[in-house]
């Protein structure tokens, strides 16, 4: 396997359009992500022998596509960035949806690490103001509060408004749950979203060391391993059982 070097927006794509086909439960297929990305399947075929030589897909000429655990973990990183631009233009900015879409894939490949964290901040103040009776956001698009904002239950917004709820070292092995906020400093919260742990991600929690030890998560078809005091500092809301 050759060294991995960075990946071009290009090829972050077709990582991207492999993962989401087997997070949607289906096989990879040329075909799929021919249509997918709209080319041929002869440049899919090329993209996918130079992600198999970095280390991030398992594929041959007319054999099975999957991705490898390094890859799945890249490609993770990448859908997380992609969820959370999507949001945050969409949902505090206010921004048309088909166009939130679109720049969300631009951004996504270009934004670094600190920028997104203070995003994630920005985002996290502004929601908990406008929970708070604050339409500070709504200055951005002069309409009161959309989406996930707009749909808060009134218990969740008062929860919130007293500090910090649920953490995700409360939670128990087996137990999932969706990211709320990072409640950590920035240096903290650039490390978590270098990681893929950013507001409205699932992740379950695999186990937990004893006497503070630190915390197994699983996000996906990948694991991570998060200092107990991280773990703290990230709250959740328990997703519904399956």
């Known amino acids: 396997m050759e060294k991995q070097a960075a990946l071009t927006e290009s090829m972050e794509d077709y990582l991207l359009s492999v993962y989401r086909i087997v997070r949607s439960g289906r096989k ?23 992600l198999d030589r970095d280390g991030l897909v398992r594929y041959s000429s007319g054999r099975s ?69 604050d339409k500070i956001g709504a200055a951005f698009r002069g309409a009161e509060p959309t989406g996930c904002l707009a749909a808060a239950p009134p218990g969740r917004c008062r929860r919130r408004r ?33 990681m893929g742990l950013l507001p409205g991600v699932e992740v379950e929690v695999v186990r937990r060391a004893p006497l503070g030890g630190p915390v197994e998560i699983r996000l996906e078809n990948s694991s991570l391993t998060l200092r107990r005091r991280e773990a703290a500092s990230v709250e959740v809301e328990e997703a519904p059982a399956e």
């Open 28 to 50: 990879p297929r040329v075909t799929d992500i021919a249509k997918n990305r709209s080319v041929s399947p002869a440049s899919v075929c090329q993209a996918l022998r130079k």
């Open 65 to 133: 596509i999957t991705l490898t655990g390094e890859g799945a973990k890249a490609a993770q990183r990448l859908a997380s960035r992609h969820d959370f631009l999507l949001f945050f233009l969409r949902d505090i900015l206010g921004v048309e949806p088909s166009a939130a879409e679109s720049d969300a894939c631009a951004l996504e490949h270009h934004v670094s690490s600190d920028t997104l964290s203070h995003l994630v901040a920005f985002a996290q103040f502004t929601e908990l103001r406008m929970l708070g009776g």
């Open 162 to 194: 007293g500090g910090m709820g649920l953490a995700l070292s409360d939670l128990p092995p087996g137990a999932r749950a969706r990211i709320l906020h990072l409640h950590s400093d920035c240096t903290a919260r650039q490390r978590l979203a270098e």
